[in-house]
Structure formats: C-alpha cells, structure tokens
DNA sequence: CGTCTATTTGAATGTACTCAAAAGCGGTGG
DNA sequence: CCACCGCTTTTGAGTACATTCAAATAGACG
C-alpha cells in the first residue's frame, strides 16, 4: 500500500513524527472504484471521508424534479464526502460517484475522532482542512451572487485546468448552476470573440 | 467587561479551565460600533475576526457595478470576519458593517495563532467552529443550485426567524441573489396564497 | 417635520430555460 | 477492430422567470 500521496498531503501542512504516521495510516483503509460507482448513496448513512489517492470523484444532489446540482468534484489529491451528514450522523442529502477508475483511502469516523484525540497534530491538520473547504465555498458563494454564468465559467476553467479532461460538460454546467444547452451557447459565443 | 457570552459560545464545544479562559480573555479586545460604522472596508487589510456580543453585521461583496452581494449576517453569538483574506493576509474582498449599535470581541491574527499554538481546547473549538461554518455554506450552495428563489426565500425565514427584524428586505433580496423588486412580488404571491 | 431610503407596482427587456431534433463522440460488445 | 448504441453536445424556436427602469407610496431617522 503506497501511502506517499496521503501523507504527504497532511504533511503539508503539519509535520508528522513516525509514531504518527504509522497511527494515520493504520486508521485509513483502501478501497478501488470503478467508473460509475457509488462512494455515497443519497439517503444511506455517510460513515467516511474519503481521500482520492487516483481518479476522480463528484458529488451532486438530486432534486425532485430529477435535476443534478454539481456540490464538488475531488481529483486525485483531493478529500471529499457529505461532510454535514458525515460529520453529524444524517443520512447523505448527495450522491457521490466515481468519474473514472480511482482509488480512495477511507477514515470512518470513529477513527477521524480517534485521531482527533490523539494526536494534536491531525487535528491541526482537520482545523486547516475544514478552514479551506469553508474559504473556497465562501468564494464560490461571492461569485455565484456576483457574477454572470459565463464568467463563473471562466474562472472555473481558469481555478481548474486540469479538471475539463475528467469531467462532461453537463456536470461542469451543474456545478456552475446552469443548463448544458445554455453552457454550449456560452462557449458558442467566447468562440466567435476569438481569432485564430 | 462581560466575557460570559463568548466564553459560552466556546464552552459550548469545549471545557475551559480558568488558565484558559484567562488567556482566551487577555487575547480579546473588545469595541464598540455605531449603526452603520464599517468593521471591515473591501481593499483594507483584515486583521481581526469579530465576535458579536451584541447588535447585528452584515458583510457583502460590491461589484464593479455597484450591486451589492450579502455574504453572511452575524447576529448576537455569533462569529464573522472575512476568513478567507483575515487567514491569508490579502486585502479584503468585502465589507462588514454594523446594522445597529453593537459590541464585539476582537481577536487579531497573531492572538489567534497563539491561542491555536498553546491551547489545544481553543485548536478544537475553532477546528468545529470551520466544520460550522463549512457545512452551513455547503448547505447554502446547494439550495442555491436546487431551489427556486421563493423556496429559498422560506428557509432563510425558517432558519433565521429572529433576522427580519434587524435586516430589511433590500438586504435579505442581496442574500438570496435576487433584486428587491423581485423579492417584493414574492412576497405579494406568498400573501395572496394565505386567507386571513 | 422634512428628507432620505426602502418598498411596492407596473411595463418593457433580457437572460436563461424548456422542448425538440440533429450531430458528435465514446464505450462496449460482437 | 469496427459498428452500433446511448449519452453528450449543439442548435434553434418559443417561453418563463427575473431584471431594469421609472414612478408612486410608505416608512425610518435625524
């Protein structure tokens, strides 16, 4: 089991002595996804926080109506889960799917509170963890008040480059809060601003 | 100086000793603000984060065309700064304004480092106090994707019931990313529905 | 009391949506 | 490996929701 990326990721920010580290990875657990399955199920109980060792996840809430609202998607690197089901023992109000072949560490959250107990320095980590999950979301609230659909577009594109080979357009349009039909007028329109 | 309000706000995640709150108290100062005095103007550095002993802010974005974008309100208890910019020493990228009269508690960067550095209580209590703040912008973000702006509308008046009586309509219209004009004839629909 | 701002109302406009159909692309199985 | 099938993307027409602008009314603050 290679747990370089993982730690590495936490190590960033926290520096990890090797009593800890051997503490944070005993407490994680490796699963595979393939494309199309489900990490999360609306309505089930929401046990673990993932973390995306490869591949790539998304999380989306399905309304009455059968319309997909786009929460987040998590790339390799990245950690993802219902956190307000997770963290409050409420069955998931979002599906979470696996874009593609991926591999995921998982931490219930039994031992998340293990850690948290333990050692200090994870829970830096989490503090540091939750603190720039909440001042993206924070930024993506300022634009999406603030700005038409073509400039979240923009910056979307611009935040995150890599992220457009990885994911359709439909889910990049649910994510901006917008119809698919309405996305492809959009890059319609920045074409013909350009010369080639 | 009262400190039982926000030593309550504290205690309600995490047992303080009297060290602790010794050193939480000396690390707070405490200010007034008159009905429309600016805590925090866009372009300024952010230095503190506020606690609301009393009154009501409100802090929002101002886009090049003058709209105005509400990011959050903080009533009494609760907590509000610009996190992203008071985290990362940029500019600020909002104001916050008192709505009324109010007393806060500041807490300055440096003060806050030292409490996280020698106060393992204080690191859990602003590691829940992100969690809050994460999971209630997700929530937001997701009912902004999925609902309706009348929907919308319900719950913020279900969940913050007390609000609308210290915020007007201008302002609760800049929260939910609609026009006032537009949050009037809501309003109008909603009061013809209703037999009284 | 007077002024300034918020709220309401209505008309005209525009942005983004729905519905429908065609074209493109990718995954899968033969 | 190619061909088919299904899903994604594009395109266009018609529509609806929400905005802009303007003016009248109401309410709050000094």
């Known amino acids: 089991m290679n747990f370089d990326l993982i730690l590495n990721n936490i190590a960033r920010h926290v520096l990890l002595s090797s009593s800890e580290i051997e503490q944070i990875t005993s407490a994680v657990?490796?699963?595979?996804?393939?494309?199309?399955?489900f990490f999360l199920e609306e309505g089930q109980p929401c046990k673990y926080i993932?973390?995306?060792?490869?591949?790539?996840l998304r999380a989306y809430h399905l309304d009455a109506g059968g319309k997909e609202s786009?929460?987040?998607f998590a790339l390799t690197d990245w950690w993802i889960t219902d956190?307000?089901?997770?963290?409050?023992g409420k069955?998931?109000?979002?599906?979470?799917?696996a874009l593609e072949n991926s591999e995921i560490f998982l931490l219930s959250r039994e031992n998340l509170d293990r850690l948290l107990d333990n050692l200090p320095k994870f829970e830096r980590f989490f503090r540091?963890?939750?603190?720039?999950?909440?001042?993206?979301?924070?930024?993506?609230?300022?634009?999406?008040?603030?700005l038409p659909a073509a400039k979240r577009y923009d910056n979307f594109i611009a935040r995150y480059p890599q992220i457009i080979n990885q994911v359709t357009q439909k889910q990049i349009a649910s994510y901006l809060g917008i119809t698919p039909e309405f996305l492809s007028t959009i890059r319609k329109n920045k074409a013909k601003g350009t010369i080639s």
């Open 29 to 37: 657990t490796y699963r595979k996804l393939a494309r199309k399955d």
């Open 50 to 56: 993932a973390f995306v060792h490869s591949g790539a």
């Open 70 to 72: 786009t929460i987040m």
């Open 83 to 88: 956190m307000y089901c997770f963290l409050n």
């Open 91 to 97: 069955p998931a109000m979002v599906f979470i799917e």
């Open 128 to 146: 540091i963890l939750m603190q720039n999950a909440y001042t993206r979301e924070q930024l993506r609230i300022i634009e999406n008040l603030s």
